[in-house]
């Protein structure tokens, strides 16, 4: 085996992170496991779909409450031609009202016995007259149908307006303030459980990925050639080199979807920072949750050697992690409250924060110094997790059993005395 | 038995500041070396210099230190105590791309084709990956592997794959294999292609080091061996001087069974069957044979035979060291 020259010195830090994630980034670019990441969503969107459909159908076939009515046989044409005005004024917020029964001149009804026995489904029960009208049901049903059973008999006497004025409708291209305040604050929280779901799925899959490498034992051979801390940093930006080919492929597929069906992004309020800016931010603290996050899974992974281990050591920092984010969420609620700026500071809720703070802020100069305190903070837990990692992940061998513990010490003396 | 009077061990542990005398251009050079896993020591002031170009062995039962010691002179785990220098350098990783090095639980990535997964262990250690991929076929057609070329790691059998492994170890010319326990789960023709490998590595300058439970191997290959056990070395030089530590045994026949010159066999001298065995003396064999000439004795058989490995291994390390190593059982030390 005569092989020719070999290589002239040893690769950097970086170049050895470059092998380690070139590597992984083309393996899992073509495995099955990057398939199911990237039809994950269309899963999600599918089920959300059906559920929603079904939802529909639910309450398409459960019937509406109705009102019923048990009047004299002209109260009772008076009482429905209000209703059918009414309606057409304000639509669904009239309940429909059913003919219980017209009453004869002197003829009584007991509403509540009516109600208990009706195969239909009423809700409520109004008798007397349009005058004095008297309405029968639960405390809950009467109460909310009170206001609108009076218009009802009022409409009915004729007090109210006969012709209804029509109204000119002048609709404005920006939204108010207040409109404006309410969506950016939806746009914040649609932006921050985005983030936090990338960043949980990535993380997880970082994790996943190295547990199988410790199973191929594949490890120790990247161990005894270069620094941990390059395999650690290799596998980290593979995964969010994935990451990213993922939410292209997705935000290219949802767009197309979104566009075709005759949608745009301006039926939405721009967040503060404008569009480009906010998606170019929603990248930075994407990759910075990510990396905080995939930090402390990998040094995790090097603490597990199985799936099972994996998902019992992991289960307490997903939970913290969703706390954290709902903290960051409450802090969104608060703006410029100290816990906000709490938020911003605590490294693992900050770029939830400052995304949120993008779609309802303009100003930028905060976000670069979160960017720049979410990086001191990147690269601090990236060197401590790499060296529990190169602490961990190279533990040699199986536990010993107190048996073999004793036969080495035994060992030892005896080999001594013999020599 | 007693040794100490025989050869004073080469091997005498140095002070930690003491300067080591290095006669030859070292590979390798530990002293002291100290590793401890949960209040367990697994490696404890382990000594070793490795000459450059030099086979060498490192012998002992599973569970002796074998790996902590090998992972602590590649960079993979830290001694806690004690220092290393390979090929020149404190920290194994700045020489990385010259050493090889084969663990003992093997492994490559199930979905890599057989030349990707040589070019990728080349390319872990410096080499482009160009350079890897068209090493990593030429490579596999060499060792009659051709058709495997293309084959994930997934499609090969356990015995290929080790193969393909051991190529990706060597793909870029290293100058220092490092290879733990080569030879477990090999079938004997490829334990015998192994040694050849070995053997062929050492001839061109290579320096080969490799940890083994199985003496036979030591023997047949290396020129000096380090004896291991509990953690400690009891021994580390060539493999003569180890056999050296034993005095070469004598066999003796003689025609009378009797007479004057019996006074002249050393104490330890016992009769089995027509034979006499004892140890060759400190004053070597020619003052009993003018005995024995002088007694008549009528020599009618004489040899001295050097000790084996075994022997010295058992000598050195100690019974249950010894017994440890043939037990072999399958666990990682």
């Not at chain 1, 920006?174 to 936090?196: E, K, P, V, W, Y």
């Not at chain 1, 949750?289 to 998902?311: M, N």
Request: hydrophobic share 50%; proline share 6%; aromatic share 6%.
């Amino acid at each position: 085996m005569d092989l020719p020259n070999r290589p002239t010195g040893r690769l950097s830090i970086l170049a050895a992170a470059y092998v380690v994630a070139r590597r992984d980034f083309v393996a899992i670019l073509f495995s099955r496991s990057f398939l199911f990441f990237l039809i994950g969503p269309l899963f999600l969107a599918l089920v959300t779909g059906v559920a929603g459909g079904i939802g529909m159908k639910v309450q398409e076939s459960a019937q509406q409450p109705l009102l019923g009515v048990a009047m004299s046989q002209h109260d009772t044409r008076l009482m429905l031609r209000a209703q059918q005005t009414l309606t057409e004024q304000l639509g669904p917020n009239m309940p429909e009202l059913v003919v219980v029964k017209q009453l004869a001149p002197g003829e009584t009804i007991d509403p509540a016995a009516t109600l208990k026995n009706s195969k239909a489904n009423l809700a409520a029960i109004v008798t007397g007259t349009p005058q004095h009208p008297v309405l029968t049901g639960s405390a809950e049903r009467i109460s909310s149908w009170q206001g609108r059973v009076g218009l009802l008999a009022a409409q009915a006497l004729g007090k109210s307006p006969v012709i209804y004025p029509e109204v000119e409708l002048a609709g404005v291209a920006t939204a108010t303030r207040a409109d404006q305040t309410r969506s950016r604050a939806g746009t914040a929280q649609i932006g921050q459980g985005l983030l936090f779901m990338l960043t949980m799925l990535l993380a997880g899959m970082v994790l996943s990925n190295l547990v199988e490498e410790k199973g191929n034992k594949i490890i120790e051979v990247l161990a005894a050639a270069i620094p941990m801390d390059a395999v650690f940093l290799g596998k980290l930006f593979a995964m969010l080199a994935v990451s990213m080919v993922g939410i292209s492929v997705w935000a290219m597929a949802g767009s197309t979807v979104w566009l075709t069906t005759g949608h745009s992004l301006g039926e939405y309020p721009a967040p503060a920072v404008g569009w480009p800016m906010f998606f170019a931010l929603g990248v930075v603290y994407f990759s910075m949750g990510y990396l905080l996050l995939g930090s402390v899974f990998l040094a995790i992974g090097s603490l597990a050697s199985t799936v099972r281990e994996v998902q019992t050591l992991s289960m307490p920092v997903t939970m913290l992690q969703l706390l954290n984010f709902f903290f960051a969420s409450f802090a969104t609620a608060q703006p410029g409250s100290l816990i906000e700026k709490a938020a911003m500071i605590m490294p693992f809720s900050s770029p939830f924060t400052m995304l949120a703070r993008a779609a309802q802020d303009g100003a930028l100069w905060p976000h670069l110094l979160a960017i720049a305190w979410q990086l001191v903070c990147v690269s601090v837990l990236i060197r401590l997790g790499a060296a529990l990692f190169r602490k961990r992940v190279m533990q040699s061998g199986p536990q010993r059993s107190k048996r073999r513990r004793f036969w080495q010490r035994s060992a030892a003396p005896a080999a001594s005395a013999s020599a | 038995m007693k040794l100490g009077e025989w050869q004073m061990p080469s091997n005498a542990p140095a002070a930690l500041n003491e300067p080591l005398a290095i006669e030859a251009p070292l590979a390798i050079e530990a002293r002291g070396l100290v590793k401890r896993f949960d209040g367990f020591t697994a490696v404890d002031g382990v000594d070793l210099t490795v000459p450059q170009g030099s086979i060498y062995g490192i012998l002992g039962p599973n569970g002796a230190g074998k790996t902590t010691t090998l992972r602590m002179l590649l960079g993979i785990i830290d001694p806690d105590s004690g220092i290393r220098r390979v090929l020149g350098h404190d920290r194994p990783h700045e020489v990385a791309h010259a050493i090889g090095y084969l663990p003992e639980e093997r492994g490559l990535y199930p979905s890599m084709k057989a030349y990707e997964a040589i070019a990728f262990l080349g390319a872990l250690r410096g080499l482009p990956l160009k350079e890897g991929r068209a090493r990593g076929k030429a490579l596999l057609e060499e060792h009659g592997l051709g058709y495997a070329i293309d084959r994930t790691i997934r499609q090969l059998s356990k015995g290929m794959a080790q193969q393909v492994q051991l190529l990706g170890t060597l793909v870029h010319n290293p100058r220092l294999v490092v290879f733990d326990e080569p030879f477990s789960g090999l079938d004997a023709l490829n334990q015998g292609k192994l040694e050849k490998t070995i053997r062929s590595l050492a001839a061109k300058g290579t320096t080969v080091i490799f940890s083994t439970h199985v003496i036979a191997h030591a023997e047949r290959l290396c020129d000096e061996v380090a004896i291991i056990a509990g953690g400690k070395v009891p021994f580390a030089g060539p493999v003569d001087v180890a056999r050296d530590r034993i005095r070469p045994q004598v066999r003796l026949e003689t025609r009378k069974a009797d007479g004057p010159w019996r006074a002249a066999l050393p104490a330890d001298a016992r009769h089995e069957g027509q034979f006499w065995l004892f140890s060759l003396p400190d004053s070597g064999i020619e003052p009993l044979l003018r005995a024995l000439i002088e007694g008549e004795a009528g020599i009618l058989s004489l040899s001295i035979e050097r000790a084996g490995l075994h022997d010295a291994f058992v000598a050195i390390a100690g019974e249950a060291a010894a017994r440890a190593l043939e037990e072999n059982p399958e666990e990682p030390s």
